[in-house]
């Protein structure tokens, strides 16, 4: 396994729309197991999209679990995932490991019903809410070019350097 460099902020390759995945062989499951490698190494994420190693495959990591009192599923590897369904909204605090610098706020769907498939290509429907919810709208917009310094309402008001939060527990991202 390895740990894979980390695109940031303004590297345009972070702007490029992932293919989808169509082969589930070995080298996709090599290239998923760097890419939590990568997820966990440094500041441990709570998600990680392909997009940020610079591979351009609709594929995404989340894991909430480490976040106490939050509904999960675990360790999610989601491949081609898409959002079924959306119920309600709520604005929270989020960071990237793409966008060191800053937090922002952004609103998301509260709840989501969504399908992918899983590293051997087999068919998933999940239904998630809250921060898990957040964690995978967050990375499925790396997979089409979107970070959440794009979603947020005011840049004046909305962005925040990080190093003013550090001290208070930064919420960490993806
Ligand atoms: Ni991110």
Known sequence: ??????LTLPDERLRRVAEPVTIFDEALRAFIADLEETRRSGPAAVGIAATQVDVLKRIVIVDVSGRKNTPNHGYLVLINPEIVHW??????REGCLSVP???GNVIRATRIRLTANDPWGRPLELEMEGYEARAVQHEMDHLDGTLFVDRVVSRRTDLFRRKVYQKGGQPKGG
């Not at 396994?1 to 980390?6: N, Q």
């Open 87 to 92: 119920e309600g909204y709520e604005t929270a």
């Open 101 to 103: 610098d800053y937090t």
């Open 1 to 6: 396994m390895a740990v894979l460099d980390i």
